[in-house]
Structures are given as C-alpha cells and as structure tokens.
C-alpha cells in the first residue's frame, strides 16, 4: 500500500474514534437537504478527493481504487459512477490519442468532446503504451494495488497482453476483474466487437421500438451500452461485498447483448410463454388507450390515462364529454378494440392547443400528463434542477463545463468535487509518484522510452 | 450439475445442487448477497426489476403485497400462464410474497417489525405516504439504524414534481428521451420497453450495495433517492452535455448516426439489417460486399466527413442495394469482412440466437400453478457462483406464514388471529 493510502487511512480513523456518538441523528433526516447550487464544498481544481470527507460525510467506495482500461461509453459510465461513489478511479488510455471518444465532435470544448466530457469526471487519466513491455509491467502493478479492474477488450486479447484475469488473479487474488463485451465472454459471438446499435438490434430492442406503421429505429441514446454500465457498477460492488466474506475477487462477464435482452423483461416472457411476438408501438401502448402522445400546436404532450375514470377526466379537460356517452369507449378493453378512431377523434382535439395550455388544463385532473420535452426544455425544467443534474466545474484547458449529474443521491454524504474530466495523461507522472513509488529516475526513463506519456498539463 | 457457465481460462464452471437457496453454496459458491434480506414494498416494474436482481445475487426478498390483487402486474396481460401475467412472471423470480393489508395497523406492524430485521426496504410510493403510515425513513430509522431505505419515485423525494407519481411514458417524455427517439422526418416514439423504469432499477440495485459496502465502515444505514426523472436525464449523458455545452438541440435520427456514415439499419428483401461503418477502410469493404465499387471511386464520399454531408443520395443508393437480398444473405456476405453488422431480429430471432443460448438468458423453472414457465435470464455472470434455483415468482401471499413463523417467530395462535382480523392473507398454495 502506498504512502498516501496509509496516511489518509491514519487520518480516517483519528476522525472516527471506537466511541463516537451517532453520526447522524434521525430529526435531521426528514426531508433531503435542498441541493445547493454550484454543489462543490471546496474550490473546484483544489478539491482533493480524499481528505475531504468527515466520517458523516462519507462516500461509499471512499477508499477503493478502479484501474479502468474501459473507452467509449458502458465502461466509462460505470466507473464514472463509482467515482461519484467515492472511488479513486485510474483510467489507463493509449498515448496521443487517448480514449477515442475525445475525438468524437463537434461539438467540442477547447479540445475536448462533449461526449468526452460527459462521462468522464471524477478520473485520474494515465497514458500508458500496452505494447511496450514497460508499459504492460505499470499496469501488473497498479493492478496488484488496486481493488478493481474494468476492461472491455475482446475477450482473449488482454490474456495476451498478461493481463488477463488469470494472470492479474495471481498477481492479486483479491481484484475485482469486471470484463465488458458485446456478445460475452465465450460463445460463438465472444469475438465480435460491441457496437450499441448492433447489440440494440440483435437484443431485439429495435424490433420493438419505432413508429407503429414504420422501421425500427434505435433509442436516441446509446440505452444498450448505458444499461451494461449500469449492471457493471452494480456487479461490482456485489464483488466487493462478497469480497468482505471470501476475501477473494472475482472475474465478472457483463455484455451489451446479455443486459439489452434482460431489459426486453416483459417482451421475452410473452414470446417465450405464449409464443407472443413482439410489434413497434410508437408511443402508444398495446393494452392501455389512450396512453401515448399527441401533437399539440407547438409540439407534443404525454397523457396517460390508466384506467376508465381518468379517461373520463381526459375527455372533461379536452371537452368532449360526448365520448363518455359512446358504448364503444365505456371501458379500456372496449377502448383497446376501437382504438383507432378514438385516438384519431382525440389527435384532431390536441392539434387544436398548444402544449403549455394543455398541461394547464390538466392541472388537478388526476390525469398524468408530461410534455415531450426538447434537451433545452429538459434543463429548464425546475424539478431537473433540485435534482442536482445540471453538474457545473472548472476544467483545466477547457474553462467552465456542464454535464448531467449523478442519477441518485445518498442522505448520508454529499459528492466532494466532481474532479473535471481529465486530459489524455495528465496524471501519469501522479500516478507512478504516488500509487507506485516509483523513483523520478525511473519515470524519467519511462518517458523518454514512450512506454508513457504525461500531459503538459497536471 | 454442468451448467452453461462462464468459463474463464483454465477455470473449469462450478458445480452446483439444483433447488433450495440456502446452504447449498460452499465458501467457493457464495452468492454475493447471501444473508442479506430485503423487504420490498415496490410495484410494478423498476423496484421488482432491482429487487429481482439482489434476489439473483443471493438475497432472500420479502415482497410485501396488499390482500387479494398484490402486484398490479399481476393483472396485466394477456398473456396469462395459468393465472400469472407473463409480464409479472418475467421481474419477480427469487422472491417471497406475504400479503398485508397496510391499511390495518396491524398490518404495518408486521412491515415495522420486519424492517427491525431487514438489512434493505425498498419502496416505491408517492413521497411522503409511507411516512404517514409510519414507515417512513425517519421512523423505521429509529427501530433500525442499519436500514438502508431506498425509495423510488417519479421525480425524486423532494422539489416541484415531487408529488407526482411517476410513469415511464411520462418520464420518458419530461426526460427528453422521446424527442431523441423515432425516424428522422416522423414522430417522437418511446423505446419499445421501459428502459427508464429499467434503468432506475439498475441504478437502484447499485446504490443499495453501495450503502451496504458504505455501512461496513460507518454500521450505519442510509436513506437513497432514485427516480425516473433522474435516471433518464443522467443516461442522456452526451446529447445533454451537448446542449448543456454548445447550446446543440438534439434531434430524431431512426437508426442512422449523426456523424458517421453509413452506420444505421437498412430494409432488407425480408427485415432489416444494421451495418456499422465506422471508417473509410470499412467503408471500401461496404461497398466490396454490395458489389458497388463505383461508390469508392466517387470524390464525394471518399471521406466519413464527405459521406456525411452526402449521406441523403449515398445513403439511397446502399439502401436500394440491401433491399434486394435477405438478411441471412446479407449476414452471409458480410462475414469475414471486418464490418460490423447484425440483423434486427424480432423476438422469437432473439432466442433463437445461439449466443443467447450460451449467455445462459433462456431460464426456465416450475411454477406451482402456471407450470413450466421461461423468463430472460439473469444479464451478468460471475466466475465465483452460479445461481441457485431459481425460485418461481410467487403467488400471492404464498409465504405469509413462512415469513411470521420464520423471520417474526410469530406463534400459530398470533397468526391465525391475524388472518381472521385480515390484517394479512395467506394463500392456498405455500
């Protein structure tokens, strides 16, 4: 362990003697504190992350260290979150040209991607060259001194680097080894890259999702990846977990194809029980009417109308109180069968207003109704603000950035920082300092040799 | 037993006993959740979808339903297997339900007491309800200072919309992932499952093993805010900070890319296939594949960044070309060449895929009533535990009794009396 973990370990535990009263009293807990804005309790660039948390205040993976040799988008999202948790998140990238998303623009700040930008705070970025044998040697080590390993080659081609679970399990039979894949990592697909809009279309996720008379289209967002990321975080911290009772890590197989086709839930079990297939339904449901969108003057409105009272109270809002009185709409299966004239009598009515005077309207009806917001109109929303996802800080050569913020919120600590998204290497000589104990000899030599790379900015 | 498991190299799969969840896991089988136990309120499909998930992991879920219909996801279908809606069956494995009426204050009694002895609750009522009912944070706090209490809402626990109950649709919509899904020149769609429900769930299930790992350090619980709202802004990640950088509205593109071309999905002879390029050398082999050589030779598509501001007539003439074979002849020619391309399959194409095979996503159990049911399986595998069981998804109140004798040491004159008063049902089927 190096000397900073023992010393900050030091420091921890003179903050939280054996004894200590409560740590949080129960009447302070009624309501979660109102998010202040910019949410940054010490000055951006200074916020060190460890050190800055109170035993009240502590993040849950204060303490543990992810090496994340993870690009593009599920594997960064997931140790983007447990950065956010607490963890002290080391992101490996190739020199030069680093993660490859840093690329993916415009836009661009500065020199960095929004995408890069997006998904990236709260990282240490090292810039190692895995073809050099040096290069691969930093990595066995920080390897042996890290908690965690996420990665998300095809499967096979780290293990030819020696740094395959097998090899890094011997290493340190205590690391998590957390491996991200298209396909898995066996089977006749274990060998074919990961691409989101490959996994949504075999998943069977594209299939069912488009216009009702129309092609599949794919989520707007990469929602395949995202929820591969999101089951990679969870797995885990599930390894960290058990790791407390076996004090042995794990190698863990997350892949796009696996989490997309356990999203389908309700889709697969209707096809693989009554042989059910599945169709596109634009935004309508296939059992509930009305429960979809309409166009508006201006643009488009949600309505929800679950069962026979709230559809009443839609034709009340929308005043056509005449549809109450028609025998085909008495009841949703009744709505169900007669659905498309119902809906084309109510499309014509929600043409007539614009969507602010409908949500007006609907005000008090007990009917749930939300617009179909435009990003802008998404962040202009009061409620996306209290909720903390307009995340505001300081980087370095890019000036004042935003992203979306962290999802879920702990009563028991508040995010320190975040640290902004790092430039390519800006961390490395920091790294082999302080994680390694490498000597300035040897890191000099490491440099001039190209095995790494630092940043002119650290 | 030889599962299809993970095989890591030189690691040979765990062998494991089918049936009882408890005690058939030795030190090197152990489930990561084993021993904790999860009380859980929630309904519908983001709280059971993470609860299913911590019950895959080992957990022993307490699912806490109201008397006579439980689970509104019980009702709704077709499609039915004997008296269970597939959709309820496909996110409620691994669990036990016992039936209380929390209206009766009996009834929350029982609830109270069990979150004395729960290590999780999770919720999924409007702000505010459950603290009415005393069972709130705050309350079950006091009687257990090592809860952690996850809720999940619509909007979150506090702030304007936190009243407002929450719906996937809607959520969706407010999000700004509707606007962001459907054909380039058509109408906003939703994605064809509830990914904001889902991915709610997921981060649910996350943050909840986030407090346990937190409450090994501080032996303290903790009160975690998940909502819809929250879950879908944050996955927009890029296309928000788009906007929340550049001022760059996002808008519909079907299943083409933004930026590179062709990368999006393209009618077939008999459904439709998604190509994948991401490079002018893939490009070249695109358009080998396609027997369209001549496209390469055209100056206006040399480039990615060419082809994208040509893509409207480069784009019609690939299309023009896929539309002439199948997929599978498609998939055929396209093997080899380095591109990648997948077919969009339907539902039956999906589990038929023999990598969904080997995934171990096909999972079938015996259900005592509706008989031999299959349900998508869990999505990630660990090297150190192969799951036992599963269990079915429950009947309705199957395990109230199991739980008040077992988990309460609830005597049997207390439960019958409980059962006569209503406060809990217990059904026919233990």
């Known amino acids: 362990m190096s000397a900073s973990v023992s010393a900050f370990k030091g420091r921890l535990s003179a903050l939280c003697p054996a004894a200590s009263p409560p740590l949080l009293r129960s009447s302070h807990l009624v309501r979660f504190p109102p998010v202040r804005f910019p949410p940054v309790r010490f000055p951006p660039g200074e916020a060190r992350r460890s050190g800055s948390h109170t035993a009240a205040n502590l993040p849950p993976l204060e303490g543990i260290r992810v090496l994340d040799l993870t690009r593009v988008l599920a594997g960064p999202f997931a140790t ?74 095809i499967p096979g081609k780290l293990h030819q680097m020696s740094l395959g679970y097998e090899q890094l399990s011997r290493v340190n039979p ?58 990679a975080h969870g797995a885990i911290m599930a390894a960290l977990l058990q790791r407390h009772k076996t004090e042995r890590g794990v190698h863990i197989d997350c892949n796009l194809l696996s989490s997309q086709v356990s999203c389908i839930s309700h889709i697969a079990a209707n096809y693989l029980n009554a042989g059910k297939e599945a169709r596109r339904w634009g935004t309508a449901h296939e059992s509930i009417v009305p429960y979809q969108g309409f166009q508006t003057e201006d643009g488009h409105i949600v309505v929800a ?8 109270r839609v034709c009340q809002v929308l005043g056509l109180m005449e549809l109450t009185e028609n025998p085909e ?64 800080m300081n ?13 879920v919120r702990f009563n028991s600590f508040l995010p320190a920082g975040p640290t902004p998204p790092p430039l390519i290497g800006q961390h490395t000589v920091q790294v082999l300092q302080e994680t390694l104990s490498y000597s300035d000899d040897i890191i000099k030599m490491l440099l001039e040799s190209r095995a790494v790379a630092q940043n002119s900015v650290s």
């Open 329 to 392: 709409y008495k009841t949703n299966k009744l709505r169900v069968q007669n659905r498309k004239q119902l809906l084309h009598t109510l499309s014509q009515r929600f043409l007539q207003e614009k969507t602010a005077g409908w949500l007006k309207k609907f005000e008090g009806s007990g009917v749930p109704v939300g617009p179909i917001n435009s990003i802008q109109e998404v962040f202009s929303d009061p409620q996306v603000k209290h909720n903390g996802l307009i995340q505001e």
């Open 174 to 231: 205590q690391i998590i080894y957390c491996s991200i894949s298209g396909y898995g990592q066996t089977g006749p697909q274990s060998q074919s890259p990961g691409y989101d809009s490959i996994a949504s279309a075999v998943s069977g996720m594209m299939h069912i999702t488009g216009p009702e008379d129309g092609d599949p289209v794919r989520p707007g967002v990469a929602m395949t990846d995202l929820a591969t990321g999101l089951y």
């Open 80 to 153: 983007m979150i447990l950065g956010d948790l607490g963890a002290e998140v080391i992101k490996v990238e190739r020199p030069g040209a680093g993660d490859d998303t840093r690329a993916w623009g415009p836009p661009f700040v500065g020199s960095e991607s929004t995408y890069f930008l997006s998904i990236n705070r709260n990282k240490k970025s090292i810039a190692v060259d895995l073809k050099h044998p040096k290069g691969t040697q930093i990595v066995q080590e920080l390897a042996a001194v890290c908690d965690v390993l996420v990665e998300n080659y």
């Open 305 to 312: 109308a679950g069962n026979d009272k709230q559809f009443v």
């Open 395 to 407: 980087h370095p050569t890019a000036g004042r950035i935003t992203v979306p913020g962290p999802a």
